[in-house]
């Protein structure tokens, strides 16, 4: 693969990241996890549009499937882990200007998104800790809290608590199924995969898949079995990268990272340019973003660069060109790889 890199914007502390469509035209966002502002990025034109100025503290962006570039996004999930006053907000574009409007108080919400099972749409919020302090006190483990959303995106009336005892519940990434999405969730305990309910007002699926202490993870079907690996960073912001796969009724780890890296954060997993792959990258040491595919000889690495310190990235594109959007934190950069197959660096 050939990956071309184009600078998008400088953006301190950048953190999160997506893809966003406006007016029928491709966007990026871009925001900071620090006090500081959202961009909004034309793909084409790389024009740049703040869309809030200095709230920031965003952990999340989540686009709000069927409007015209709306989208949910959390703040005030700073400094650091202090995220007693966390929110998430409901972001549209009204002639010509980004109208900002509360949309739920959610004390150390860290990830959230929006899942589906048929026509129903469901909130999940990660809870970090369930403190009633500033400052995150990791003795109060996080939760998993969910409710249905109506077909206009109103925030639900009340959440239902369907998994507590989760510390540093830090980890997610969601995954598509015939007819509905799953989330997998990272944390103190482990990993676990959760699932809506197979009718309205039905339970939540719930299950735990791995009890090693993770930070993050991601899921992809790296080898092309039919059976998904997951990708885990250990422990919290931890140095391990690893790879398991489902080997009887349990993962087995088959591949770790083999150079020296710290403060593992970003990760992602699923078709790059029609090819399966997991990519990471570290906020410390080299701070370098990499993938990991598979080869005869198993799992193999790639540096796509090094010294940036990416905290989160976002795929997309189809089997012919790729696109890596990069948070590249440690270096206040907003970035876009663009990926090609067929051609070796």
């Known amino acids: 693969m050939n990956f071309e890199k184009t600078h998008l914007c400088r953006l301190p502390c950048c953190y999160a990241v997506s893809p966003l469509t406006l007016d029928g035209r491709l966007k990026y966002l871009l925001a900071t996890d620090d006090h500081g502002p959202c961009y909004c990025i034309d793909a084409q034109t790389l024009e740049q549009e703040t869309v809030w100025e200095e709230t920031g503290g965003t952990m999340s962006i989540i686009p709000l499937p069927g409007t015209n570039g709306e989208f949910l996004a959390s703040q005030r999930f700073l400094p650091g882990f202090a995220a007693l006053h966390a929110r998430i907000v409901r972001m549209t574009r009204e002639n010509g200007r980004w109208t900002e409007r509360l949309w739920m108080e959610l004390p150390y919400v860290h990830r959230f998104d929006l899942l589906h099972r048929g026509e129903q749409r469901y909130f999940l919020g990660c809870i970090l800790s369930t403190t009633e302090e500033e400052q ?7 939760t998993l809290a ?11 009336a009340a959440l239902e608590t369907i998994a ?9 990434c969601r995954m598509e199924r015939a007819g509905y999405s799953e989330a997998y969730t990272a944390c103190d305990q482990g990993v676990f995969r959760v699932a809506p309910p197979e009718a309205p007002g039905g339970a939540w699926t719930v299950e735990q898949l791995l009890t090693i202490p993770a930070s993050d993870v991601a899921v992809c079907d790296l080898d092309g079995d039919g059976q998904e690996e997951l990708a885990t960073i250990e422990p919290f912001h931890g140095s391990a990268f690893v790879i398991y796969k489902k080997l009887g009724d349990n993962y087995r780890e088959i591949y770790r990272y083999p150079t ?3 403060f593992l954060h970003a990760i992602w997993g699923g078709l790059l340019c029609g090819e399966p792959v997991f990519l990471a990258g570290c ?3 080299d701070k370098e973003l990499f993938l990991v595919r598979w080869t005869p000889e198993g799992p193999r690495e790639e540096i796509i660069e090094r010294g940036f310190g990416p905290s989160n990235v976002a ?10 959007l990069t ?6 950069e907003g970035a876009l790889f663009t990926v090609r197959k067929g051609v070796e660096r």
């Not at 995150?136 to 996080?142: E, F, T, Y």
């Not at 997309?316 to 890596?324: A, Q, R």
């Not at 948070?327 to 206040?332: C, I, K, T, W």
């Open 315 to 324: 795929v997309f594109g189809d089997e012919e060109t790729g696109y890596i």
């Open 164 to 172: 507590v005892g989760m510390s540093r519940n830090h980890g997610y």
């Open 260 to 262: 020296p890296v710290d």
């Open 283 to 285: 906020r410390d040491l």
């Open 327 to 332: 948070a590249n934190r440690q270096s206040d």
């Open 146 to 156: 969910a409710a249905p959303v109506d077909a206009g995106f109103s925030p639900p």
């Open 136 to 142: 995150a006190d990791w003795s109060k483990p996080g």
